[in-house]
Each structure stands twice: as structure tokens, then as C-alpha cells.
């Protein structure tokens, strides 16, 4: 205790102030991205969707037949929008459209459906959808369809087929599909988009290595837009997610930190614009146990942090056994 007395005594006050407030500050920046993280947690609601559209105007939204998108159609109907539904399956489009007419009967919801397969990027079907929302008022774009590695795969064994359509899907089919919506918002003033990101993209994530760079394509790309459309009152965000569950994350039973889509929708619809603390700008994490993990990585260790990455990789080298296992299982009972 003496010497750190004794040597605390010999620093000179000018270096011993200057160093005291950049602690200071340090520190003061942390606490004040803690307050930020619970207040988005517990305190603020997100935007007010109505801002973006009155009742009776439209969101788009693809990947719409199963999962999350399913349910943002759900619950965005509930909140008296139209809705154009991109997805792949036309008889799941068509019997999701059946059952939200029953749901809203009298609310005069209307649904219009386009069944497109994203991995096709077909010029035609684009040209379709560019036809079938020709002078709809445009509130929301949701920028939901992606697809994942089938299981946690090493890149060099990967089937090109599989790592083509990643980001055929993921980058290509949100970059066109926003290509076709974004002028229609800029032209009328308003506007919100919402693309689906994953916390594999705002983190390297070994053995998910094209999803998370796909993921991590959106993330730069909406930052970068956003400032672009911030100049026509379009807002645009990156929704940040960690697993939920839906047919893509294979998990059925919810918990705390991997709520259902209903759970997770909920939240998005609820929080939207609420980032703040998190590194990438115009991005907002809604499922406040996923926000203090990416709030905790983010200040402790950092995204890039080797050890970080290699205990991720150690993860899903036990994640891919187990899934080879099942496989295997599955095999042999067929
Ligand atoms: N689930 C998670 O743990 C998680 C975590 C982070 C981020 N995300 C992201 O959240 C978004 C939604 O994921 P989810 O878990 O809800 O997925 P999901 O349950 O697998 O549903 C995917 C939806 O996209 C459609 N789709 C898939 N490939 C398509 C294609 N080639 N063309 C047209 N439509 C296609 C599917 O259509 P069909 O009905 O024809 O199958 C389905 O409606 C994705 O962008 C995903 O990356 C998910
Ligand atoms: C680890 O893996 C998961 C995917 O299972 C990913 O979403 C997450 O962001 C990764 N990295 C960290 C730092 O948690
Ligand atoms: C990663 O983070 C840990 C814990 O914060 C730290 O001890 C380690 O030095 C970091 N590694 C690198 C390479 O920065
Ligand atoms: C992590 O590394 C990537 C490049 O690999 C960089 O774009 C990103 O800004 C880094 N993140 C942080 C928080 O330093």
C-alpha cells in the first residue's frame, strides 16, 4: 500500500488529473450504455408504427409464410395494415392470407400474395412484385427472408450450392426487394424499413461463416442506406436477433433467451429504433435477454475478441456432432 501511495505521490497532478478523467470517462461511457441497454429493456417504447402509414396502408414482407415473417403478418394485420406477402410455398401464403381474413373479419384488411422462390433471382418475378405494389401507399418494408446453413458446417465443406444460396436469398433477394420499395417511400416521405439481421453477422461465428457474412452484409449495407433515406424521412433499421424458435434454429422449447416468434415479433413491433449502445448504428436488438449478451460481449471483450470467437467455434464444432448424430439416427430409421 505504501509504494502505490509513494508512487501515486510522485505522479505529477497534471498526468495524474488527465489520466483520472479519461477513467472517468471510460467508465461514464459504460454506465451510461448500461442506463441506455435497460431503459430500451424495461422503460421505452420504439417508434409508433402509425407514423409510418395510416390504417389501411401497406407493409411488404418476405419469408412470409412461416416463422417470424408469419407473424409479423399476423400481428401487423391486427394493427389494421394491408399486407403483400412474398414467400416461397404459394398454398402456405395462400391458407396464411385465409386465416388472417377470419382473424380481422369486418377490419377490412386486404392481402395480396406472391409466391417467388428468392434463390431463383428471377428477373420476372421481381417485375411481379414490382407490379403488385404499383401505387399501394407503402408504410413498412419488412426484409425477413434469409436462410442458414442447413447445420453448422466447416466453409471448406460446405456444398457451393448451399453457400450460392445464402447469399443469393440473404443479400441478393433483400437488396432487390428494397430496390423496388425504397423509391416508392422516398417519393411519398415516409417510411420504415426493417431488415432481419442475426447476431451471427454482428459477430464472426465459425462454422456459420456465409450466414454470419451475409448477415454482416446487411448490417453495413442498412447503416449505410439509412443514412441515405434519413434525407426523405424513411427510417430504416437492422433488427438484431439471436436464436428464436422457428424451423430455422431447429429449437422447439422457448426460454428465456430464445423466446418464440410470437415472443420475438412482439418485441420488434414494440421497440423499433431502440439501439443506441449497440456498436452498429440503426441497429436495435427488441428481445432484451439477446440485448444484454450483444451489451456484454460488445464492452467486456469485444466482438472480435479471439478467445471470443474460439469458444463460439468450440460451440458449434459440438453443435455440428451432435446434429451428424441425429442425422445418422434419422438414417438408419428410414
Ligand atoms: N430463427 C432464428 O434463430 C434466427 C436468428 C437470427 C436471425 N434470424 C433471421 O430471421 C429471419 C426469419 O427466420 P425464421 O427463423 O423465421 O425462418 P423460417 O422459419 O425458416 O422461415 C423462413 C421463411 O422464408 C421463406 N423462404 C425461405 N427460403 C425462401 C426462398 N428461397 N424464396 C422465398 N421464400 C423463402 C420460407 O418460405 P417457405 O414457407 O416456403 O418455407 C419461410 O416463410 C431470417 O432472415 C433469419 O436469418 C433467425
Ligand atoms: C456465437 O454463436 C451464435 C450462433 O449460434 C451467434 O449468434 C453468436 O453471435 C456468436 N458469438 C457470440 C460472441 O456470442
Ligand atoms: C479477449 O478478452 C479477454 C477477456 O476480456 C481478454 O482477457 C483477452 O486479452 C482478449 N483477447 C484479445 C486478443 O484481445
Ligand atoms: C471487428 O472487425 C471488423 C472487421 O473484421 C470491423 O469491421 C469491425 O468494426 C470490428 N468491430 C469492432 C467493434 O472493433
Redesign the pocket.
Known amino acids: 500500500m505504501d509504494s502505490v501511495q509513494k508512487f501515486l505521490e510522485a505522479v505529477p497532478q497534471p498526468v495524474f488529473l488527465g489520466l483520472a478523467s479519461v477513467g472517468a470517462l471510460f467508465l461514464g461511457s459504460k454506465l451510461f450504455s448500461y442506463l441506455q441497454l435497460l431503459l430500451n429493456a424495461f422503460v421505452l417504447s420504439g417508434t409508433n408504427l402509425r407514423k409510418y402509414g395510416r390504417p389501411g396502408s401497406w407493409v411488404v414482407i418476405t419469408?412470409?409464410?412461416?416463422?417470424?415473417?408469419k407473424e409479423f403478418a399476423l400481428q401487423l394485420a391486427a394493427k389494421r395494415f394491408n399486407l403483400v406477402l412474398v414467400?416461397?410455398?404459394k398454398a402456405?401464403l395462400e391458407s396464411l392470407a385465409k386465416e388472417i381474413e377470419e382473424k380481422n373479419t369486418g377490419k377490412g384488411v386486404e392481402i395480396k400474395t406472391l409466391a417467388?422462390?428468392?434463390?431463383q433471382n428471377n428477373d420476372a418475378d421481381y417485375e411481379k412484385l414490382e407490379e403488385l405494389v404499383r401505387g399501394l401507399d407503402i408504410a413498412i418494408l419488412l426484409n425477413?427472408?434469409?436462410?442458414?446453413h442447413s447445420i453448422p458446417v466447416p466453409f471448406t465443406e460446405c456444398d457451393t450450392e448451399e453457400l450460392e444460396s445464402i447469399i443469393t436469398?440473404?443479400c441478393i433477394g433483400t437488396i432487390k426487394t428494397t430496390r423496388i420499395i425504397a423509391p416508392i417511400m422516398k417519393e411519398q416521405k415516409r417510411g420504415l424499413i426493417l431488415t432481419?439481421g442475426?447476431t451471427a453477422g454482428w459477430a464472426p461465428t465459425p462454422l456459420l461463416a456465409t450466414y454470419g457474412g451475409s448477415k454482416a452484409f446487411l448490417q453495413h449495407w442498412n447503416t449505410a442506406m439509412a443514412a441515405e433515406l434519413a434525407d426523405y424521412n424513411v427510417d430504416s433499421y437492422l433488427i438484431l436477433?439471436?436464436?428464436?424458435t422457428?424451423?430455422?434454429?431447429k429449437i422447439r422449447r422457448p426460454s428465456l433467451n430464445i423466446p418464440t416468434?410470437k415472443s420475438f415479433v412482439r418485441a420488434a413491433l414494440s421497440k423499433v429504433g431502440l439501439g443506441g449502445f449497440i456498436n452498429a448504428p440503426k441497429t436495435y436488438a427488441p428481445w432484451w435477454p439477446h440485448a444484454f449478451m450483444i451489451w456484454a460481449v460488445e464492452k467486456i471483450p469485444g466482438v472480435n475478441n479471439s478467445t471470443v470467437i474460439s469458444i463460439n467455434k468450440s460451440m458449434h464444432v459440438d453443435i455440428r456432432k451432435r446434429a451428424l448424430r441425429k442425422r445418422e439416427r434419422e438414417a438408419k430409421k428410414a
Open positions: 419469408g412470409a409464410s412461416d416463422g417470424m415473417g414467400s416461397r410455398t402456405k417467388m422462390d428468392f434463390n425477413n427472408v434469409g436462410v442458414s436469398v440473404n432481419m442475426s436477433s439471436h436464436l428464436v422457428t424451423a430455422m434454429s416468434a
